[in-house]
């Protein structure tokens, strides 16, 4: 275990080798790294730890279901799950990464970062919060708006066996197979240096892998409810794809920085009064109120548009293959061979 260890460090440095340029670059990758490793030292066969009389029987339900899924994902929704989510690291933590966003101050267009593989993406992962906080930190100082949010699982892109990790292992079932369903489409379809193309794609065939599987469940209450959070969901993006328009707007005005700041705080402040609104409608479902506890920024709506900007494009396409799978990740991997704006000149006419 040690020897294959030394070796995967070596494979992972030669593989940041190219980009290793000043003592931050050196930090930030090798904090990836040790992260990484980390986890691939931790993992512990699933079929083992089921077998442990002192694992908790709570978990053993759990890890479970994660075999069920990664099954339904398999026969059903045809993904390559090939031997991801076999293994469980418990990381004693409650997320295995911290994601940074940055946007200027008047402007929706994300700051990006280049990496070897997966290319440019509008985000920058730390495997401890206190670093991706104190990378915020400096960029806010340097005047964009920044975001740091917590995340539960990621894709290696089939570079490692993505294990399950206590990060999203306790969550119920309807989120959980979203998880597994989203992270292994990333292992069918990743397109260089488009974040909005890959995670729309991800998260259309997590919504449409979960309706199949409370379906197959014959779990009508369980897929009632579904329908309804992603009623509320769409409204939610709705409302915030409504109001990052109207900032679009404002920022493409030559206005002085005074009274463009005021202006800009008018919208987000017209944005929280929408959303206590939308929650009377809800009869006061409370499931956002996190999103909108902290001050809302540009950095914030990027890092909802990148997930959820194209899902409806993704999922009206998908209507249009009749629901079959199939076809549809032929088309869709027929699209990730045209340009950028190739793509979303496509999507955008659904």
């Not at 709570?58 to 989510?85: C, M, S, T, W």
């Amino acid at each position: 275990m040690a020897f294959k260890s030394i070796w995967i460090q070596i494979a992972l440095y030669i593989l940041f080798a190219g980009v290793l340029v000043g003592c931050e670059s050196v930090r930030y990758y090798n904090q990836l790294i040790s992260g990484q490793m980390t986890i691939l030292n931790k993992k512990q066969p699933i079929k083992q730890v089921l077998l442990e009389p002192h694992i908790p029987a709570k978990l053993k339900e759990q890890l479970g279901l994660v075999l069920e899924i990664r099954e339904f994902a398999k026969n059903d929704l045809f993904l390559p799950v090939d031997d991801h989510y076999l293994n469980f690291v418990d990381l004693e933590r409650p997320f295995v990464l911290w994601s940074v966003y940055a946007t200027p101050e008047f402007s929706l267009t994300p700051k990006t970062w280049c990496y070897p593989i997966v290319g440019c993406v509008s985000y920058r992962g730390y495997f401890s919060e206190e670093n991706a906080h104190a990378f915020a930190a400096k960029l806010k100082q340097q005047g964009y708006d920044v975001f740091v949010g917590g995340v539960a699982a990621y894709s290696t892109l089939g570079w490692f066996d993505d294990p399950v990790l206590n990060t999203f292992v306790y969550r119920n079932e309807i989120k959980l197979a979203a998880l597994i369903f989203h992270e292994v489409a990333h292992q069918l379809l990743y397109v260089k240096n488009d974040t909005t193309f890959n995670e729309s794609f991800a998260t259309a065939v997590a919504q449409e892998g979960l309706r199949r599987w409370l379906q197959t469940k014959n779990n009508i209450r369980d897929f009632s409810d579904y329908q309804t959070d992603f009623q509320r969901h769409q409204e939610f993006i709705q409302l915030v794809m409504k109001y990052r328009k109207q900032l679009e707007l404002l920022y493409a005005q030559d206005l002085s920085i005074s009274n463009m700041r005021k202006a800009k705080s008018v919208i987000y402040n017209d944005l929280s009064d929408e959303y206590r609104r939308l929650k009377q409608q809800w009869n006061g479902f409370s499931g956002y109120d996190r999103w909108f506890s902290n001050a809302l920024n540009n950095a914030k709506l990027i890092s909802v548009a990148t997930y959820y900007d194209l899902v409806p494009a993704f999922l009206k396409l998908l209507q249009n293959n009749r629901y079959d799978l199939k076809q549809f990740y032929t088309n869709c991997q027929n699209l990730a061979k045209k340009t950028e704006k190739e793509r979303r000149i496509y999507l955008e006419q659904f």
